[in-house]
């Protein structure tokens, strides 16, 4: 049996691949380009991947395939259909990254909200910082009694309103599927959840329900004191129109984790805000601590292991 791994660089950090191999050969790619696939793929019995786009254009080729390794809760990228019309199963992996991207969604209004890197950059270059010497303006709030709000409350969202709730924030929520309901929070339109938050952070997926949400007229009716955070798709925010609230001030402050372009396009307009300070940028790591890759990898392995033994389960019957 072999396992093809396209593009372990993609993960952006190194993750222990050892128990593949327990299931036959692997050959492992850094960074396989899409048009390169069909090419490499023609004797695969297993694909794993975390970014390739893949359909009958590259799929076609793979006449053994029997399996789809996605190494992430979203499957955007695969040709659903095309893999059921040719019977490939599809493997992701849900709610592996749940506590890392969390702790990443605060680390991220952290940062913003108190102003961390005026204050480091201030304390190191500083001759004199007696209190008050110019950083009185730099003021910063508690989230105590703050109204967080949460667009799409899945595992991610729903860590992050336990962690808020622990802050003693108010936690309100809006479903961008209509299907996620909670008992533990209020439910609320998304006009309501925009004109209502002081914290909006989204962990919803890009699908057609959720790409451009949040526009300019989104922006408009947001606080002008509100932070806003994007940790869960690049195209659920427009870009542009986030680069213009920023520069009108129209609200206080973004942290984005994921952008429509990755790595981030030197003309993203994003890059050329007037007040850089306002914006927290990440190169989409919020997936990637330690134990999240290790729970990834150990779950990929699972998902191979699980499949096989159905595959056998059925011969045998």
Known sequence: M?????????????????????????????CAADDSVAALIEDADILITNQNRLDERN?????????????????????????????????????????SVAQHTFAMLFYLISHSGFYDQYTKRSKDVSRGNGYEN???FELEGKIWGIIG???IGRKVAQYAGGF???????????????????????????????????HAPLNEKTRYLIGLNELKQMKPAAYLLNLGRGGIIREDALASALSQNLIAGAGLDVLEQEP???????????????????????????????????????????FLKREEHNRIV
């Open 2 to 30: 072999k396992l093809i791994f396209l593009d372990l660089k993609t993960l952006g950090f190194p993750v222990d691949v050892s128990g593949l191999y327990q299931f036959g050969e692997v050959e492992l790619y850094d």
């Open 59 to 99: 799929l076609k080729t793979a006449k053994k395939l029997k399996l789809i390794c996605q190494t992430g809760t979203g499957y955007n990228n695969i040709d659903i259909n095309y893999c059921k019309k040719r019977e490939i199963a599809v493997a992701n992996v849900p709610a592996y990254a749940a506590n």
């Open 138 to 140: 730099q003021d910063f």
């Open 153 to 155: 409350l899945g595992e």
């Open 168 to 202: 003693g924030c108010r936690v309100i929520y809006y479903s961008t599927s209509g299907a996620n309901a909670s008992s533990s929070f209020e439910r609320v339109s998304l006009e309501k959840i925009l004109k209502d938050s002081d914290i909006l952070s989204i």
């Open 264 to 306: 981030v396009s030197q003309d993203n307009p994003l890059l050329a805000i007037d007040n850089p300070e306002k914006l927290y940028l990440t190169p989409h790591i919020g997936y990637a601590s330690k134990e999240a890759r290790e729970r990834l990898m150990r779950t990929v392995c699972e998902n191979i292991e699980f």
